[in-house]
């Protein structure tokens, strides 16, 4: 079935450092895919997403495109700041569910150290 | 923004007693919604499919009887979780669809439950 893979985390660097979070998935076709990203007290909120092939999503200086030859989705930053301490999921929609079923990743966890 | 909101958002509760958990859409109407339990560093699992009106859709290996919903209206969903036992504490969350814009959801704050 369909299923999504993400690095284990903890993930831990230093304030303007570069930032990749590999994502890479299984799927029949071609679906849309997500980041979702989970701040410290708070619940999960779309970060980006992309719904075809070579699209690239992208929302507060994160970026992610969809490379269908490679089945991935990996998350990058330039430079990440200590407010983007989260945990972040790669996600895409389960085959057959209701719109907005989900399957996620185990979701990574991002430490921003000053 | 679509905002969805849980209460509570943590709550203790000795074991064989029920726990109720409220999950709204403040902004906007949701005809369904999604119960999933997050276990710690594992993934967000789907539980069920709420639906307004009519009977939740529950996953496989999920226990209707234990984990009762209820969408009676538009902007609210309810999770009992009945005769509760140390095995149910966890992380649950809600989420809602926007009509439109299929496949993002805009999710609770999560409740946590400790049973003990």
């Known amino acids: 079935g369909d299923s999504v893979t993400q690095m284990e985390g903890p993930v831990t660097l230093s304030e303007e450092a570069c930032l990749t979070i590999?994502?890479?998935?299984?799927?029949?076709?071609?679906?849309?895919l997500f980041w979702y990203v989970q701040y410290p007290g708070e619940g999960l909120q779309l970060l980006l997403k992309?719904?075809?092939?070579?699209d690239k999503g992208s929302n507060k200086g994160f970026e992610a495109t969809y490379r269908k030859e490679t089945t991935s989705f990996h998350l990058e930053k330039g430079s990440v700041q200590v407010s983007d301490s989260a945990v972040y999921f790669c996600?895409?929609?389960?085959?057959?569910?209701?719109?907005?079923?989900?399957?996620f990743g185990k979701g990574t966890k991002l430490s921003v150290k000053p | 923004g679509a905002v969805v909101s849980q209460h509570p958002s943590r709550v203790i509760c000795k074991s064989g007693t029920s726990v109720k958990i409220e999950c709204r859409s403040l902004d906007f109407q949701a005809t369904t919604m999604f119960w999933y339990r997050q276990f710690p560093k594992k993934s967000l699992m789907l539980m069920a499919t709420s639906n307004e009106g009519s009977k939740a859709t529950y996953e496989q290996g999920v226990e209707k009887d234990k984990f009762l919903i209820n969408h009676a209206s538009l902007t609210l969903s309810t999770l009992t979780v009945t005769s509760a036992h140390p095995e149910d504490s966890s992380f649950y969350i809600c989420?809602?669809?926007?009509?439109?814009?299929?496949?993002?959801?805009?999710f609770g704050e999560g409740s946590r439950l400790t049973v003990l």
């Open positions: 590999n994502c890479t998935y299984t799927a029949t076709g071609y679906p849309s």
């Open positions: 996600a895409l929609p389960r085959v057959g569910g209701s719109q907005g079923n989900l399957i």
């Open positions: 989420s809602a669809r926007l009509t439109g814009r299929a496949g993002e959801l805009f």
């Open positions: 992309a719904t075809k092939a070579d």
